[in-house]
């Protein structure tokens, strides 16, 4: 028998920005919402974020930055996670990433931006609906 | 402020009015909710009368403007004799960059400058540092070494402006890097007017830019103010912050409470050095943010002059009115600003911006609307400081001091946010001071919550944001145009710092980082040794990495 395990969440902050209000709001309402939620903390490099999301063997990975560096630091992030074959995790962001960004940002395999104001509510469905199927 | 008789005489036609006129109002337009409540999550009455100012006594607790308690300001004349200070925080790109954008706002009718930093500079690491990665001049002006400094001041005569510089670990740094242009400049360091906002405490639990652990950070907020007491007379060494409070989630009450607790812990460290409380407190200055509540924020501004005028004439002895004197800064708010619809914003900064005047403020940013997108263009930065000019030229808003003064509502409310922040101060004080509560998560804790409380009010329509959860529209075009900063200028940055290290004198480098290594493990001052440092042009990295191997890092306390 198998019991069912509970949704495993990152939510990390890459780069040197500090807006963490969205994100711990973002942790805290998917924590309320069942899952198992595992937040980084600050300035996390892409490395740093790989490497727990590998150690914590998590289903989803969600990104906020608000600094503008997402540029430079997702394309890093998705890399790394398929050089470390966590090809399966499904990563969504959040923060400041302005719309020409992101059909950019989803080519490079994150499923979903959600830019301020969206209701938690929005980001728990998503997680759910979306949420990669485990061998 | 009435006599007894008539207090009584009102209580009484109130209960009169409550049980005969009201009752038919209300069934014929029931109230909207159940219950009314600011921010803060005080409950907001019906009507204010004379009755809820009973207490209240004039000269004890208004008294005149420029004279204890400060609730009416701290000037006689206030915006009749000279306007608040229009400082436009600013900053991004290269040096030459902002040096542009400097002189732009300063030709369009600004008063003082505000440098914005991009985060490496903030955290202490140089542009070529790993850690900088896309992140050199993105969200503020990239600064390394006093190379970059000159040019930022490039052709703006030091003692003809003043300069806020938003910076904290680093502070002893940058503002070593403004003496040094200024004495390059021959301005006579009395002459230097500015501020570095040096404030570390609330970086554990607001804006969390922390380098150092707690302790050796209060100790370079102090070395600053206590240089600056001695050298420079005319510098704000701190600007206590509520407004990293605020915008974290905290309700006014918290940002009102938690930012004089921080006051109360500088103004202790620095008694420790053998100052006296009228050698430096006069030179304390504040930064709060205004937020959308109105009444609240106008209630929040006052309340916080007296309860800063008490706390340093009770709890400090201070006998100069100016040590008593909470000069402040205000920003709006950031995070009420939304990116639906933006053109709204242009609304909610000049609410924000009127309590602001409302309440007596020195000195006032005023947000542009494109914030919640981008940073922000000229175009947007000009309507945001026009916004200050027609509240200052048209409104008449200008023409009295401190115009709710008396106001049953208002004294009221100023009563009761003073009252409960001191609760708050009382329980740090219990929690064992401001390093003590940071280490056990108090602060954090309580922003937390806050935070979370204000998200689920906004999702179950308690708290309606207009274009956000009521009156949105679908599928917005993004209607205005963003400004970008183009990669080339990391690559430029990184170029001219790597050509100061092979070109400076590297061995004086080396031995003036040594002398400031012995200075700090010794806990002198490090402000003459550091202003020697900048000088032989040893970078903002280097410097912090060398107080970094002293002090130690930072490890975050994550309370979620």
């Known amino acids: 028998m198998q019991s069912k395990r509970k949704i495993r969440v990152l939510i990390a902050k890459p780069g040197l920005d500090s807006h963490d209000r969205g994100a711990k709001v973002v942790a805290r309402a998917l924590r309320d919402a069942g899952m198992e939620v595992i937040y980084t903390g600050l300035r996390q490099t892409p490395e740093q974020i790989v490497e727990t999301a590998l150690q914590e063997d998590v289903d989803v990975i969600g990104l906020s930055i608000l600094s503008g560096a997402h540029r430079a630091l997702f394309p890093r992030i998705m890399e790394l996670l398929k050089e470390k074959g966590l090809t399966e995790v499904m990563v969504f962001a959040g923060g400041i990433i302005p719309d020409e960004d992101v059909p950019e940002m989803k080519k490079l395999g994150i499923k979903e931006i959600f830019g301020p104001g969206t209701p938690t509510e929005k980001i728990i469905e998503f997680v759910l609906q979306n949420m990669p199927k485990k061998a | ?560």
Request: glycine share 6%; proline share 4%; hydrophobic share 35%.
């Open chain 2, 1 to 560: 402020m009435f006599e007894k008789e008539k207090v009584e005489e009102i209580k009484l036609e109130r209960e009169r009015w409550e049980k005969t006129t009201l009752p038919n109002w209300i069934r014929q337009c029931p109230e909207c909710k159940s219950e009314f409540r600011n921010h803060s999550g005080i409950l907001i009455k019906r009507v204010y009368t004379p009755e809820d100012i009973k207490e209240l006594d004039y000269m004890r607790d208004l008294g005149f403007p420029s004279e204890y308690p400060f609730t009416r300001g701290l000037h006689a004349t206030m915006y009749r004799g000279r306007l608040w200070t229009m400082r436009m925080f600013a900053g991004y790109g290269t040096a030459e960059d902002t040096n542009k954008r400097f002189k732009y706002l300063l030709s369009e009718g600004e008063t003082g400058l505000s440098t914005a930093f991009d985060y490496p500079t903030i955290m202490g690491y140089d542009s070529d540092h790993p850690m900088a990665r896309g992140e050199v001049g993105v969200c503020g002006v990239a600064i390394s070494s006093l190379q970059d400094v000159e040019v930022l001041f490039n052709g703006i005569p030091l003692d003809k402006v003043t300069t806020s510089m938003t910076i904290n670990g680093p502070a002893p740094i940058l503002l070593s890097m403004y003496i040094a242009v200024g004495d390059k400049q021959g301005v006579p360091r009395g002459k230097l007017g500015g501020t570095t906002q040096n404030d570390n405490l609330k970086e554990f639990f607001a804006q969390k830019l922390c380098i150092f652990p707690p302790k050796p950070s209060v100790k370079l907020t102090t070395d600053v103010i206590e240089y600056c007491a001695k050298h420079l007379p005319k510098w704000n060494p701190v600007s206590i912050s509520g407004y990293h409070i605020r915008e974290a989630g905290a309700t006014a009450l918290q940002e009102l409470a938690f930012t004089l607790y921080d006051g109360i812990a500088y103004v202790e460290s620095t008694l420790e050095r053998g100052l006296k409380v009228d050698d430096f407190a006069h030179r304390l200055s504040f930064f709060f943010a205004s937020h959308n509540d109105f009444f609240e924020e106008i209630a929040k501004f006052r309340a916080a002059r007296r309860l800063w005028a008490r706390i340093m004439k009770e709890r400090f002895h201070a006998k100069n009115p100016r040590s008593m004197w909470m000069r402040m800064h205000v920003q709006t708010s950031g995070c009420t600003l939304t990116a639906q619809q933006p053109l709204n914003n242009i609304v909610r900064t000049t609410i924000q911006a009127l309590a602001a005047v409302l309440g007596g403020t020195q000195s006032l940013h005023t947000n542009s609307f494109d914030e919640a997108l981008c940073l922000p263009t000229q175009e947007a930065v000009r309507v945001a400081l026009r916004t200050q000019q027609i509240i200052a030229y048209e409104s008449g808003v200008t023409n009295t001091v401190d115009p709710l003064g008396g106001s049953y509502y208002v004294e009221a409310l100023t009563k009761e946010m003073e009252e409960k922040a001191m609760e708050y101060i009382q329980k740090i004080d219990d929690l064992g001071g401001a390093v003590a509560a940071i280490e056990k998560g108090f602060f954090q804790k309580e922003i937390a919550d806050s935070a979370y409380r204000y998200q689920r009010e906004v999702e179950e329509k308690k708290r309606i944001l207009v274009g956000v959860n009521e009156f949105a529209i679908e599928e917005e075009e993004c209607p205005i145009e963003l400004l970008r900063i183009d990669p080339k200028v990391e690559k430029e940055q990184v170029a001219r710092l790597q050509k100061l290290k092979r070109e400076r004198d590297n061995r004086k480098v080396k031995e003036i980082l040594e002398k400031l290594h012995y200075a700090a493990e010794k806990e002198e001052n490090l402000m003459p040794t550091i202003i020697e440092a900048v000088k032989a042009y040893a970078t903002l990295g280097e410097i912090t990495d060398v107080l970094r191997k002293v002090y130690g890092e930072y490890k975050e306390l994550i309370v979620i």
